[in-house]
């Protein structure tokens, strides 16, 4: 059982950067892996990035590749979305979500908790 609430969302220049946090409440967060999705308006929710408990195993999108990081800190109860070199086609509502296990995945029916969204809009 774990709650998330994501922020850090807003407006950037294209080529701009911008971090999202995720904060997670109850005991067992390291427990867990640790994902980001997002939704554009019209399009499936699609996956970004994930870690694993221990935080040294990463699995990112190709579309993200090179330009966004992920990483936790597990004391803190907290995941990150470092997103650099930001396009327009990154605009969406980004999603932290948990998965009760020791391994990333990339599709959305594999994680158990969502948190409500937070926007990002990079503008060109």
């Known amino acids: 059982q774990v709650h998330l609430v994501e922020s850090g969302g807003g407006l950037v220049q294209a080529g701009g950067s911008l971090r999202l946090s995720c904060a997670a409440s109850?005991?067992?967060?390291?427990?867990?892996?640790m994902g980001w999705f997002r939704q554009a308006p019209g399009k499936e929710r699609e996956f970004v990035a994930a870690?694993?408990?221990?935080?040294?195993?990463?699995d990112y999108a190709d579309s993200v590749k090179g330009r966004f990081t992920i990483s936790r800190d597990n004391p803190g109860n907290t995941v990150y979305l470092q997103m650099n070199s930001l396009k327009p086609e990154d605009t969406a509502v980004y999603y932290c979500?948990?998965?009760?296990?020791?391994?990333?995945?990339?599709?959305?029916?594999?994680?158990?908790?969502w948190g409500q969204g937070t926007q990002v809009t990079v503008s060109s």
């Open positions: 979500t948990a998965r009760r296990g020791t391994s990333p995945a990339r599709t959305e029916n594999e994680y158990d908790y």
């Open positions: 109850g005991r067992s967060f390291r427990l867990y892996t």
């Open positions: 870690i694993i408990w221990s935080g040294n195993m990463f």
